[in-house]
């Protein structure tokens, strides 16, 4: 950046520091609006949101924004609500940081919960299991279409595929999702250091065999349900999830299903498409197990536990982390870690795929909706919707 980028930028800063009060209904009415009609992920909320903070009201410059967006991706936790709590917080001060995050992660939160409700009441009934039977397929392809979508700024560089590989490898060996991903930022935070990353050798690779002492978090088999380790389970995962909210999905089956075993892989299936089908971030689907697990108050707490690390992190560290990614060693940790995030992701997917690809109607349902995402771009949240009427179709003509 150059020094009249420098200027403008540091203006932008002053700017946005200056007069927090007046501008909380503004920040506020914005994220609500967002978070309430958005739909189609985190790459969509952020494109929207740079539209309306930079091209319309002018809040920020292009170059601050990038910086938000460099130092969401450097920290754990959902990438649009951290830029949500971001933007509030330069626009409005620490109350504007509260409160978008709030506006902009209520809607969601509240629709899942209206949609666990029902799915407690009404779950059992056949009819809504065959509008589940056909949308868990589409939810699969979705995530099929996520991974390859993430991934393609690996296929340039052999070295990040193979640590991909590597990690997927070690996770159907059973080695803790945590200690792969952090084993995986440090894997190529040592091969950048010893200087083979360009060079394309799989020093970082070899490793990660030697980090499962990293396993320490989740250790504890299964237990009876407690609202205690809920929380603690779901304030874990807000403090450890990089990349994008599919990746939630890996630390949902490994913690919820395999550890505790408070969750069957049916019941998380029906828990994504519910967060699939609501506006603002894919997290809200902790707020479904919530509560098909603990009621209110379990709704409650997971989704203060996943989401209260972000709120955290943005308002300690945020002001810094923007110069750290200018680093060497913080870039290559960042791209380690979302490696391993993707290579997490696309094993869970394979195993719930098991579960949700049972039969040719599904089998052909999957593949429709990854043709319709890759060719015409359709947005997941219509795919869910047409997987549902498909399987009510197929009910009553079977």
Same mark, same amino acid.
């Given at each position: 950046?150059?020094?009249?980028?420098?200027?403008?930028?540091?203006?932008?800063?002053?700017?946005?520091?200056?007069?927090?009060?007046?501008?909380?209904?503004?920040?506020?009415?914005?994220?609500?609006?967002?978070?309430?009609?958005?739909?189609?992920?985190?790459?969509?909320?952020?494109?929207?949101?740079?539209?309306?903070?930079?091209?319309?009201?002018?809040?920020?410059?292009?170059?601050?924004?990038?910086?938000?967006?460099?130092?969401?991706?450097?920290?754990?936790?959902?990438?649009?609500?951290?830029?949500?709590?971001?933007?509030?917080?330069?626009?409005?001060?620490?109350?504007?940081?509260?409160?978008?995050?709030?506006?902009?992660?209520?809607?969601?939160?509240?629709?899942?919960?209206?949609?666990?409700?029902?799915?407690?009441?009404?779950?059992?009934?056949?009819?809504?299991?065959?509008?589940?039977?056909?949308?868990?397929?589409?939810?699969?392809?979705?995530?099929?279409?996520?991974?390859?979508?993430?991934?393609?700024?690996?296929?340039?560089?052999?070295?990040?595929?193979?640590?991909?590989?590597?990690?997927?490898?070690?996770?159907?060996?059973?080695?803790?999702?945590?200690?792969?991903?952090?084993?995986?930022?440090?894997?190529?935070?040592?091969?950048?250091?010893?200087?083979?990353?360009?060079?394309?050798?799989?020093?970082?690779?070899?490793?990660?065999?030697?980090?499962?002492?990293?396993?320490?978090?989740? =250790?504890?088999? !299964?237990?009876?349900?407690?609202? %205690?380790? $809920?929380?603690? @389970?779901?304030?874990? *995962? /807000?403090? +450890? #999830?990089?990349?994008?909210?599919?990746?939630?999905?890996?630390?949902?089956?490994?913690?919820?299903?395999?550890?505790?075993?408070?969750?069957?892989?049916?019941?998380?299936?029906? =828990?994504?498409? !519910?967060?699939?089908?609501?506006? %603002?971030? $894919?997290?809200? @689907?902790?707020?479904? *197990? /919530?509560? +098909? #697990?603990?009621?209110?108050?379990?709704?409650?707490?997971?989704?203060?536990?996943?989401?209260?690390?972000?709120?955290?992190?943005?308002?300690?560290?945020?002001?810094?982390?923007?110069?750290?990614?200018?680093?060497?060693?913080?870039?290559?940790? $960042?791209?380690?870690?979302?490696?391993?995030?993707?290579?997490?992701?696309?094993?869970?997917?394979?195993?719930?795929?098991?579960?949700?690809?049972?039969?040719?109607?599904?089998?052909?349902?999957?593949?429709?909706?990854?043709?319709?995402?890759?060719?015409?771009?359709?947005?997941?949240?219509?795919?869910?919707? $047409?997987?549902?009427?498909?399987?009510?179709?197929?009910?009553?003509?079977?």
């Amino acid at each position: 950046m150059g020094a009249e980028g420098k200027r403008e930028h540091s203006d932008t800063i002053l700017e946005a520091s200056a007069g927090n009060r007046g501008r909380l209904p503004s920040v506020s009415l914005f994220f609500l609006r967002l978070g309430a009609t958005a739909f189609g992920g985190p790459a969509v909320y952020i494109a929207m949101m740079r539209d309306e903070v930079v091209s319309r009201r002018r809040w920020l410059t292009d170059a601050h924004f990038l910086d938000l967006l460099g130092a969401t991706n450097l920290i754990p936790g959902p990438n649009a609500a951290e830029m949500a709590m971001h933007i509030g917080r330069l626009r409005a001060g620490w109350r504007g940081l509260v409160l978008a995050g709030l506006c902009f992660t209520a809607p969601a939160t509240a629709i899942t919960l209206a949609f666990a409700w029902s799915y407690v009441r009404f779950g059992s009934t056949p009819e809504l299991s065959w509008v589940l039977y056909g949308v868990k397929p589409i939810v699969i392809g979705v995530m099929i279409h996520a991974i390859f979508s993430l991934s393609r700024p690996m296929m340039s560089r052999p070295l990040l595929l193979l640590l991909g590989g590597s990690v997927l490898a070690l996770y159907f060996l059973g080695i803790n999702e945590i200690a792969l991903l952090f084993g995986a930022g440090l894997a190529v935070v040592l091969g950048t250091g010893l200087g083979h990353l360009r060079a394309e050798r799989p020093v970082a690779a070899f490793a990660l065999p030697g980090l499962p002492w990293l396993a320490a978090a989740g =250790a504890a088999g !299964a237990s009876s349900f407690s609202l %205690g380790v $809920l929380f603690l @389970t779901f304030l874990k *995962i /807000g403090c +450890i #999830l990089y990349g994008s909210g599919y990746v939630l999905i890996t630390f949902l089956r490994t913690d919820f299903v395999d550890r505790l075993g408070w969750l069957t892989e049916q019941q998380l299936l029906d =828990a994504v498409a !519910a967060g699939q089908v609501t506006p %603002g971030p $894919l997290l809200s @689907t902790v707020t479904f *197990i /919530g509560y +098909i #697990l603990g009621s209110w108050p379990g709704a409650l707490l997971a989704t203060i536990g996943v989401f209260l690390p972000s709120f955290a992190l943005v308002a300690v560290a945020g002001p810094l982390i923007p110069s750290l990614r200018r680093l060497p060693w913080t870039a290559a940790l $960042l791209d380690g870690v979302s490696v391993g995030a993707l290579a997490l992701m696309a094993g869970v997917t394979w195993q719930l795929g098991r579960t949700a690809i049972v039969d040719v109607p599904t089998a052909v349902l999957a593949v429709v909706g990854i043709i319709l995402l890759l060719r015409l771009g359709v947005n997941p949240t219509w795919l869910v919707l $047409l997987g549902g009427a498909s399987g009510f179709l197929i009910r009553v003509v079977a």
